[in-house]
Nanobody, 122 residues
Framework: EVHVVESGGGLVQTGGSLRLSCTAS????????MGWFRQAPGKGREGVSY????????YYSDSVKGRFTISREGAEATVFLQMNSLEPGDTAVYYC???????????????WGQGTQVTVSS
């Protein structure tokens, strides 16, 4: 059974920082894409940032580029999302997911965590 577990959400003021963590276990992909999506109230799901186990390449949405940094811990299926200069528009439930897709072709298939709330106050 696959488990995807996120942690690190919370409440922060505008301009603050948070670090999200995610660990996935129980899957048997040799290569995978792992990363973060978010969904704000009344809005659709948005891909935020992904990282490839194949070559470490990363993807960022335009809305977070330059403010968020994704990283991976060694050979483990553990990823981090360092979020700096947070804005009220970043308020959402952040979900971690993992799939065998290439990151360039990933649209949210695979295994998902339960999500962690990030709230940025103005």
């Amino acid at each position: 059974e696959v488990h995807v577990v996120e942690s690190g959400g919370g409440l922060v003021q505008t301009g603050g920082s948070l670090r999200l963590s995610c660990t996935a276990s129980g899957f048997i992909f040799d290569d995978y894409c792992m990363g973060w999506f978010r969904q704000a109230p009344g809005k659709g799901r948005e891909g935020v940032s992904y990282i490839s186990s194949r070559d470490g390449s990363t993807y960022y949405s335009d809305s977070v580029k330059g403010r968020f940094t994704i990283s991976r811990e060694g050979a483990e299926a553990t990823v981090f999302l360092q979020m700096n200069s947070l804005e009220p528009g970043d308020t959402a439930v952040y979900y971690c997911a993992v799939d065998s897709s290439k990151c360039s072709e990933w649209h949210g298939s695979g295994y998902w965590g339960q999500g962690t709330q990030v709230t940025v106050s103005s």
